[in-house]
T-cell receptor, first 115, second 113 residues
């Protein structure tokens, strides 16, 4: 079974609009962390935001926020006021405490911001 | 503070050859992880090194091997290259903690002909 599911292969969004990228996960480990990374066409993975399973509040980092719904096993990334430079692949990843700290990745969502 | 660097940027090899990819970790980091990313897919975990020891491995055959050096830089070696080994190879460095973020280098794009 897929541990990380990103159901949106691609999205087009108008510049300055907010965008939500979906991520659902599957784990029986009570201790886990969720990460979002951005990968521009250059290939480098850029860390955006982290949410721990025991964190009480949703994580925020500048224009990025994470809508964490633990019971639904959902960790959606919200980008406010999108910019042309936000066009990239976005990956959701999970790390479980019992998995040697490896990151397990989703298939990604390709986000294109339209001017 | 220097970030994670990888070399070479691009590499072309033929089937059956051997290749070594290199990674310099970010200053202060003691853990290096390697990932393989095929075109159009998410990365797949190859292995992780902490203080020169492999302490985690994904579903990759033994012909994928690695090293970590005392300065925490690392190498990924792949023997007997196959066409399916063509991919972007990403190195990430971090501290060794469950909540510690992995920071990635720019990757090495390997093409096997």
């Amino acid at each position: 079974a897929q541990k990380i599911t990103q159901t949106q292969p691609g999205m087009f969004v108008q510049e300055k609009e907010a965008v939500t990228l979906d991520c659902t996960y599957d784990t029986s480990d009570p201790s886990y962390g969720l990460f979002w990374y951005k990968q521009p066409s250059s290939g480098e993975m850029i860390f955006l935001i982290y949410q721990g399973s025991y964190d009480q509040q949703n994580a925020t980092e500048g224009r990025y926020s994470l809508n964490f719904q633990k019971a639904r096993k959902s960790a959606n990334l919200v980008i406010s006021a999108s910019q042309l430079g936000d066009s990239a692949m976005y990956f959701c990843a999970m790390r479980e405490m019992d998995s040697n700290y490896q990151l397990i990745w989703g298939a990604g969502t390709k986000l294109i911001i339209k001017p | 503070e220097t970030g994670v660097t990888q070399s070479p940027t691009h590499l072309i090899k033929t089937r059956g050859q051997q290749v070594t990819l290199r990674c310099s970790s970010q200053s202060g980091h003691n853990t290096v992880s390697w990932y393989q990313q095929a075109l159009g897919q998410g990365p797949q975990f190859i292995f992780q090194y902490y203080r020169e020891e492999e302490n985690g491995r994904g579903n990759f055959p033994p012909r994928f091997s690695g090293l970590q050096f005392p300065n925490y830089s690392s190498e990924l070696n792949v023997n007997a290259l196959e066409l399916d080994d063509s991919a972007l190879y990403l190195c990430a460095s971090s501290l060794y903690g469950f909540t510690d973020t992995q920071y990635f280098g720019p990757g090495t794009r390997l093409t096997v002909l």
